[in-house]
Every structure is written in structure tokens, then in C-alpha cells.
């Protein structure tokens, strides 16, 4: 047993059980830990990993704790709760850190806008505990930056296979030497790029889920149906005075305002939240399946726009509400299929394969403790 673990102070605990029975079996040596840290809407959720031992915990990394928080008092509090319990376990610092944000952020201030916040907090690292966040050693970086070295870190211990599958295809499921464009829809619409650079892949964040969407054209059979539908979300959500955005569609609230819009002339159509939309669309529900389809068609051809406009030979489909609602968007794969190559640069991507996560496994988290390391690696052992 580790000779350098304290009694957890009496009060409630914020580092799970499990977490605390884990650490209390490493060995007696100072132990040199990595800290991740993935900051939600509604829960943040830290990450640790030991990194002299030889295997890791399931998923890559131990869960240390989760607690939920919407503001910045709650975050902060929260952090420094965590940061002293794990302190009394292991009297020992965290060697680096990683934390990231839905928002905008500033790499080199340590500075980070929580736009999903009630108060849209301006996370500073100078309010950050020390002994989890050291000085030198700490990044900041966008959600969707850590969901891409998720799945880069994924790759690169050969265990892609097990959390994602090809989208209508056998395509092998790889992280090869060509740029990959990463989806993921939740609150909102994620967007990165796994951009190759001849030797090695680095991370771009993106915002293009504010973009506003290419329309079909006028000669698409399809075209008057699609003029229905933004006539009718651009009323409800922007007042007929802007024009629709992916996120619109491809986000929480977009598959609402997609069901509301097939339920829109049926007075007898309940209320449905997100979840319960996509459990409708299981379930049979015509209004449900059309807003469940018409949530991943925008989402693809999203997918397809960033494959052209930033030369993606490839697609993941990442996050819980895709692993979620995978039955479905299998079952639709060969369509999906056809509306990503439908395009005037078809040849620039008719062999990028679409890789839908299929297993839950934090990318976010886990994309932090690799960025950790990376940030730990100044430091001699």
C-alpha cells in the first residue's frame, strides 16, 4: 500500500470509491500523474493516469471524479475539492494538465470563455488549484480539439476498432496519413480537423458548425421541401432575419425544431425533448424517424462540405449521442452514403470513408490526459 496515502477528510467526496481503492494500490514510489479534465454543460468530469505504470485503467485513463456544474463558482469550488482530497490521498502533484472548454480559448493566456455557462465564465488557470495545474505545464484547449486527440490517441494504441465502425462501407478503420474532418453533435455542433502534415497529425479546431448551410440546388428534387423547412426554422429561431446554420439542425435543440417542423399542421403532437424525440424515432414515430433523418442528412452533408472545402480523405462521427442513436443511423448508412458523395467534387471524395463511433468512451477526457503528457514530458523523471 501506498506509505503516502492520508485518511480522506470526513465529508462528503467528490472522487468516487472506485478511484480512491485504485490509487491506494499503486506502488510506494512517488507517483509522477497526469490530470484531464473535460468541462460540460451540465457535468465536468477529471481524468488521472499514472504514467510509470505499465497498463492503464479500461478507457485509458481513471475516472477520478464527476460533479456537476453550470457556472463558474460551481466549477472552481468543485476543482479545489477534488485537488484536495487527491492531495490527501497522494501528497504528491500533478506533474501536467489539461482542460477543455466549449468556447472560445486563448492557448497562451490560459484563458478560456464557458459560452454553455449560466454566467459564460472566463475560466483563468490563475483560479485553477496549483497542485492539479501546474504552472508551466497546464493547457487550454477547445472541446472538440480533445474529442480529435481522442481519437488521434485512440489510433495510435490500435484501439479505433473497438469504439468505431465504417458508415456503409468496410472501409479499414485507421488514422492513415491523409487530413480527417471530426463531427460531434450534443448542446451543440462540434467541429476539428486531424490535419496530416507529411510526417505526423496535428489538431485544428473549427467553428464551422456556425457556418450557414450550402442549399441544394433549385433543380434537386428535393430543393422546394428543403425552402420549406429554412423558411420555417429561420422564423423560430432567428425572426426570418438570418439564415440557418448546421448547428441549427445538427445540435439538441435542431432535432426539436426538426420534429416540431413534421408535427408542425398535427395539433395533437406533444411536446418532445431531445431524448425523447430519438426514442419516438425508434419507437416508430413518422415525425421522429423524419427528424431524426433529416438531423444526420445535414450533419453528413456538413461532413462533406469540410472533406472539400479542407481536403478530409475521411470522417469520424464522434460523441454519446451518436454511439446513442447508432441503430438508426446504421440502418440509414448506404443513404448517408449517397448524399456525402452527391456533390460537383464527388471525385474529391468518393473514397473518404465515415467512421461512427459505436462504443462509449470519453474522447474528450482522454484527448486531455494525452495533451497532458505531452505538457508533463519537460519534466525529468
Known amino acids: 500500500v501506498n506509505s503516502k496515502v492520508a485518511m480522506i477528510p470526513e465529508r462528503d467526496s467528490t472522487i468516487s470509491l472506485a478511484a480512491i481503492d485504485y490509487i491506494r494500490l499503486w506502488p ?7 490530470v484531464g479534465v473535460d468541462i460540460g454543460g451540465t457535468n465536468v468530469r477529471v481524468g488521472v493516469v499514472n504514467i510509470d505504470l505499465p497498463e492503464r485503467p479500461p478507457g485509458g485513463y481513471l475516472e477520478l471524479a464527476k460533479f456537476k456544474s453550470s457556472s463558474g463558482a460551481e466549477l472552481i469550488a468543485g476543482l479545489q475539492h477534488v485537488t484536495e482530497q487527491y492531495m490527501a490521498l497522494t501528497k ?8 477543455d472548454i466549449a468556447g472560445p480559448v486563448d492557448p497562451f493566456q490560459l484563458t478560456a470563455e464557458i459560452t454553455n455557462y449560466v454566467d459564460r465564465y472566463i475560466l483563468k488557470w490563475t483560479a485553477l488549484p496549483k497542485d492539479l495545474f501546474p504552472e508551466g505545464r497546464t493547457a487550454f484547449i477547445n472541446d472538440l480539439a480533445s474529442t480529435c486527440e481522442g481519437v488521434s490517441a485512440l489510433s495510435q494504441v490500435d484501439l479505433l476498432k473497438e469504439f468505431f465502425a465504417p458508415l456503409g462501407t468496410n472501409d479499414v478503420i485507421e488514422v492513415g496519413p491523409r487530413n480527417y474532418v471530426v463531427l460531434a453533435m450534443g448542446t451543440g455542433l462540434g467541429t476539428g480537423l486531424l490535419s496530416y502534415n507529411g510526417q505526423m497529425h496535428t489538431v485544428v479546431p473549427l467553428e464551422y458548425g456556425h457556418a450557414t448551410i450550402t442549399p441544394l440546388s433549385p433543380s434537386d428534387p428535393e430543393f422546394q421541401d428543403e425552402l420549406k423547412l429554412f423558411e420555417f426554422l429561420s422564423q423560430k429561431i432567428w425572426n426570418g432575419k438570418h439564415s440557418i446554420e448546421w448547428e441549427d439542425i445538427c445540435s439538441g435543440r435542431g432535432l426539436v425544431y426538426c420534429y416540431q417542423y413534421f408535427s408542425r399542421e398535427d395539433p395533437q403532437s406533444p ?27 445535414y450533419l453528413i452533408r456538413c461532413a462533406q462540405q469540410l472533406c472539400i472545402s479542407l481536403l478530409g480523405r475521411g470522417v469520424f462521427l464522434a460523441g454519446d449521442n451518436q454511439v446513442f442513436n447508432d441503430n438508426f443511423v446504421s440502418q440509414q448508412g448506404l443513404k448517408y452514403s449517397e448524399i456525402f458523395r452527391n456533390s460537383s467534387k464527388s471525385e474529391w471524395i468518393e473514397k473518404a470513408p465515415i467512421f461512427r463511433q459505436v462504443k462509449q468512451c470519453n474522447l474528450n477526457v482522454l ?8 505538457k508533463a514530458r519537460i519534466v525529468p523523471k
Open 92 to 99: 504528491t502533484p500533478a506533474l501536467g494538465a489539461c482542460l
Open 271 to 297: 411536446e418532445k425533448t431531445p431524448a425523447e424525440v430519438a426514442a419516438s424515432a425508434a419507437e416508430g414515430n413518422k415525425y421522429c424517424q423524419d427528424a431524426m433523418f433529416t438531423h444526420y442528412k
Open 367 to 374: 484527448g486531455c490526459i494525452y495533451v497532458a503528457e505531452l
Open 28 to 34: 510506494q514510489q512517488t507517483p509522477r500523474v497526469v
